[in-house]
């Protein structure tokens, strides 16, 4: 999930940039504002699942 997420992230930049360069500013703008979320939405991905794997060795000990 992260991993689409980051691809997005690319993807949109690559379509702001395209846009700012030709011209629509609007476009651009929009573009790198999905950019910006599909990023944070990929950080976020990965900080939950690091939370996940940490949290499973303590919950492990705890059931022995």
């Not at 949109?12 to 700012?20: L, N």
């Not at 950019?35 to 499973?56: M, P, T, Y």
């Amino acid at each position: 999930m992260e991993r689409g997420f980051q691809l997005a992230a690319i993807i949109f930049a690559g379509i702001a940039a395209y846009f700012i360069w030709s011209g629509n500013n609007d476009a651009g703008f929009i573009s790198a504002v999905l950019g910006c979320v599909a990023f944070f939405l990929s950080i976020r991905f990965q900080v939950k699942e690091r939370n996940r794997n940490r949290e499973l060795p303590e919950k492990e000990d705890a059931s022995d």
